[in-house]
């Protein structure tokens, strides 16, 4: 079954760039679509955004100006950048498989990103 | 954008007990609906997709349903197991939206 795995820094500074990673293992990266979910400390789900493995996306309106998303096939990953972070940013971050580009059916453990100096 | 309600917040049940969750959607999403299952600390899980349909290893005692832009999520007789925070999520639209959550707790 697809094992999907969050790295990248706990800690971010206020006003710099959240970079997350997200590694695919136990199936490939082409032909899906690959999601990223937040959830503040005792908050709900936030939907982040998606992207297809070609490196289409849709992004949060209200992250879009913020948000990019990649995919780097050759690496089987698909990566996060939020810019310009304040602490409303900090969350457990997950990224998911968009199985036939709709249904969140595996998902990362999540990671902890903290937005403080 | 497509906004979505969920009731009641929170709910107290016992083992047992039939539980029942509501999504409503601002406009009509059709079928276009899942629910997912969260425990404290870990990720969601995939309980249900197109409304109705229940994914692979889901118990039967869950169940799905819409009546126009109401979607129902409905366990049956509520395990120990199912204490969680339920979330549906539409995605009807390109741009995704989930509910803010239903906690059912222990009575």
């Known amino acids: 079954q697809v094992q999907l795995q969050e790295s990248g820094p706990g800690l971010v500074n206020p006003s710099e760039t959240l970079s997350l990673t997200c590694s695919v293992s136990?199936?490939?990266?082409?032909?899906?679509?690959w999601s990223w979910i937040r959830q503040p400390p005792q908050k709900g789900l936030e939907w982040i955004g998606y992207i297809y493995y070609t490196g289409n996306a849709n992004y949060n309106p209200s992250l879009k100006s913020r948000v990019t998303m990649s995919v780097d096939t050759s690496s089987n990953q698909f990566s996060l950048k939020l810019t310009s972070v304040t602490a409303a940013d900090t969350a457990v971050y997950y990224c998911?498989?968009?199985?036939?580009?709709?249904?969140?059916?595996?998902w990362g453990q999540g990671t902890l990103v903290i937005v403080s100096s | 954008d497509i906004q979505m309600t969920q009731s009641p917040s929170s709910l107290s049940a016992s083992v047992g007990d039939r539980v029942t969750i509501t999504c409503r959607a601002s406009?009509?999403?059709?079928?276009?609906l899942a629910w997912y299952q969260q425990k404290p600390g870990k990720a969601p899980r995939l309980l249900i997709y197109g409304a109705s349909r229940l994914e692979s290893g889901v118990p039967s005692r869950f169940s799905g349903s819409r009546s126009g832009t109401d979607h129902t999520l409905t366990i049956s007789s509520l395990q120990p197991e199912d204490f969680a925070t339920y979330y549906c999520?539409?995605?009807?639209?390109?741009?995704?939206?989930f509910g803010p959550g239903t906690k059912v707790d222990i009575k």
């Open positions: 406009q009509d999403i059709t079928n276009s």
């Open positions: 999520q539409q995605y009807y639209s390109n741009l995704f939206t």
């Open positions: 998911a498989r968009l199985k036939d580009g709709y249904k969140n059916d595996y």
């Open positions: 136990v199936g490939s990266i082409k032909g899906n679509y």
